[in-house]
């Protein structure tokens, strides 16, 4: 059984991760659909694909949707969730998933932390037009910024800041 929870103006909320529900105020374990959580990390584990891992476990999702439920950390547990898995098996799914990552060529890795700072010069001239329409009066005040990006192919930055 899922809950979903009112929102702003009627909209349907449902922020509650597979394997559980809430009942009065708390979440609680959905011991029909943590077995499917519990059995998915095991068979992705054993080799499968997100899809196929998914599938054979009768979790109707797509690959992208259970590769956040194999990132979910709220299955081991924390202060609101109580936990549906081992730290140990997330701890192998997450390196099984880096390794997998890395096979395809799709881990990005960041080469030093140097940054190229880019100094912007801005102009604004004063409007002399007035509209009614707030959202025309305020394309027109941005109309009226110039921008120029000064290229300083010298001026390099280290870490968080730049000058």
Known sequence: MRVELKGKAGEIMSHIPFGYTIQNGRA???EEEAVK?????EVYLSGLSLSEAAQKVGIKR???SVARMLADKRY???????PIISRDIFEKAQLERRKRAEAFGRIYEHKGDEKKCLNFK?????PDKQYNDPFKQAEYAYSLIKSEVILDDNQEC???SCP
């Open 122 to 126: 801005f102009q604004f001239s004063i």
């Open 158 to 160: 280290y870490g968080n």
């Open 76 to 82: 081991v547990g924390d202060k609101f969730y109580p």
């Open 62 to 64: 797509y690959h992208t």
């Open 37 to 41: 959580i519990k059995k998915l990390f």
């Open 28 to 30: 609680v374990i959905n």
